[in-house]
C-alpha cells in the first residue's frame, strides 16, 4: 500500500495561487490513479480533480475548471493541485487520494490526511 502526505496548504488572499503536493510512500506511485478532494466545513467531500497513473488522462470538477491543475511525477512520487485565481468558497481541508488502478472499478483507498487552505477576501 501507499502512504500519503499532503502539503502546501495555508492563508491566501483571494485571486492568489497555491500550490499542493502530495508525497506518497510505501509503494510505487504509478501503481495508482490520483485525485484530490475537499471538504468545506459542514459540507460533503467533493472531488476537485482526478489524473490518470501515467498522467495522459485528467478529469475537473465544474468548480475547478480553468483555475486548478493538477499533474504528477511518478518518479519524484508526487501529485500536485496547482490553484490559480482563488476565491473564498475555494476554502476546504484538501485530501490526495490514491485508485489502484490495477484493480477493476477500485474506489479511492488510500487517503492522506488532509492540508488547509483559507482564502481570505
Known amino acids: 500500500q501507499v502512504q500519503l502526505v499532503e502539503s502546501g496548504g495555508g492563508l491566501v488572499q483571494a485571486g492568489g495561487s497555491l500550490r499542493l503536493s502530495c508525497a506518497a510512500s510505501?509503494?510505487?506511485?504509478?501503481?495508482?490513479?490520483m485525485g484530490w478532494f475537499r471538504r468545506a466545513p459542514g459540507k460533503e467531500r467533493e472531488f476537485i480533480a482526478g489524473?490518470?497513473?501515467?498522467?495522459?488522462?485528467?478529469s475537473y470538477a465544474d468548480s475547478a475548471k480553468g483555475r486548478f491543475t493538477i499533474s504528477r511525477d511518478n518518479a519524484k512520487k508526487t501529485v500536485y493541485l496547482q490553484m490559480t485565481s482563488l476565491k473564498p468558497e475555494d476554502t476546504a481541508v484538501y485530501y490526495c487520494?490514491?485508485?489502484?488502478?490495477?484493480?477493476?472499478?477500485?474506489?479511492?483507498?488510500?487517503w492522506g490526511q488532509g492540508t488547509q487552505v483559507t482564502v481570505s477576501s
Open positions: 487520494a490514491g485508485r489502484p488502478w490495477v484493480v477493476a472499478d477500485s474506489g479511492y483507498n488510500y
Open positions: 510505501g509503494g510505487a506511485l504509478s501503481l495508482y490513479a
Open positions: 489524473i490518470s497513473w501515467n498522467g495522459d488522462s485528467t
